[in-house]
């Protein structure tokens, strides 16, 4: 699947649209695609709170070589404690998927936040 990077109506908020200028910058990327909203029986979430919760990430991107990304973008110190729930919902995801991927293209992803013009990853494999 591929999307058009028409920024303005592709992201919701300035986080978004940051991310996806990175996104654009970096040479490895393939294609990216901008996960719904709220309709978590077609988009893809990963399941906290011992599976009561499910939280939709914003992206899912495509590397050239094979590997995948999962990520949600939040504005810096937004809302902490439950950031660092699903940050650690999402590692323990991208942790368990590769368990079984022996030597397929990896999942990586994270939790992206923006300081002072600077892309910042809470955890990236």
């Known amino acids: 699947m591929y999307v058009l990077k028409n920024k303005e109506n ?7 649209k940051d991310f996806l200028h990175y996104l ?7 294609w990216y695609y901008k996960n719904g909203i709220e309709l978590m029986r077609i988009d893809f979430g990963i399941e906290y709170n011992n599976g009561t919760n499910t939280f939709l990430l914003d ?8 590997s995948v990304g999962i990520f949600d973008t939040k ?5 902490v404690e439950d950031t660092t ?28 936040v923006k300081k002072r013009n600077i892309i910042l990853f809470i955890f990236r494999n």
């Open 59 to 66: 992206f899912i991107v495509k590397y050239k070589d094979g």
């Open 24 to 30: 654009d910058k970096q040479g490895e990327v393939e």
């Open 85 to 112: 729930i699903k940050a650690n919902a999402l590692k323990n995801y991208i942790t368990n998927i590769n368990v079984n991927r022996r030597n397929l293209p990896k999942v990586k992803g994270g939790i992206v």
């Open 10 to 16: 592709l992201a919701n908020n300035q986080s978004e």
């Open 75 to 79: 504005p810096i110190a937004y809302r």
